[in-house]
């Protein structure tokens, strides 16, 4: 299974998104970015959505782009930013500045480490926290994105890829649930 049969599992009512998932795709739907980042930006993005169909779709289409690296560092991005995002949302809107300043003691070792170009790991953590909602940390990737000279096109193109992502996730759960409510 690859995106055109996710593209056709998409009901009538999500249209745009069955456009939009067509279009983010691709280096020209996604200004700014290689197919590289394109495609692993899908891949972290599906994963923080949670949609498994949605990812393996992911993962085979990104079979010819995507080299072993890539995929471990979309997952470590999708597995270090779940934690991160939760924490970090916390100090964000707990709104008391004790906690800031007490240590994390969370190992994120990966970030330091993760495999692939700096700035391509951070683009993937930038996706997952936007699909997450963890303003904290979209702030500092798009940020530390920004001073390694990635562009607002391409921030924006791995946004866009991120939303899409996350609604065509949502989307497809809610079919899947109310096809086996249907059939029970």
């Not at 303003?135 to 193109?157: N, Y």
Request: one cysteine or more; charged letters at 20%.
């Amino acid at each position: 299974m690859g995106i055109t049969d996710i593209r056709g599992r998409i009901p009538e009512y999500a249209k745009d998104l069955k456009l939009n998932l067509g279009s983010v795709l691709s280096e020209q739907g996604a200004p700014g970015l290689s197919a590289r980042q394109v495609w692993a930006t899908a891949l972290a993005s599906s994963l923080a959505a949670g949609q498994q169909s949605l990812t393996a779709a992911i993962e085979a289409d990104a079979a010819e782009v995507l080299d072993a690296a890539d995929i471990r560092a979309a997952r470590a991005a999708a597995a270090i930013m779940g934690m991160n995002n939760v924490y970090y949302r916390f100090l964000h809107l707990v709104e008391d500045e004790e906690y800031q300043k007490m240590p994390a003691g969370l190992r994120m070792q990966v970030i330091g480490k993760p495999g692939v170009d700096k700035v391509d790991f951070e683009l993937y953590s930038l996706a997952v926290s936007a699909v997450n909602g963890c303003g904290m940390c979209i702030v500092s990737h798009e940020r530390l994105l920004r001073q390694e000279g990635m562009s607002r096109q391409g921030i924006q193109s791995a946004v866009r890829i991120a939303a899409v992502i996350s609604a065509v996730a949502s989307v497809l759960t809610f079919e899947t649930a109310e096809d086996a409510a249907a059939a029970a």
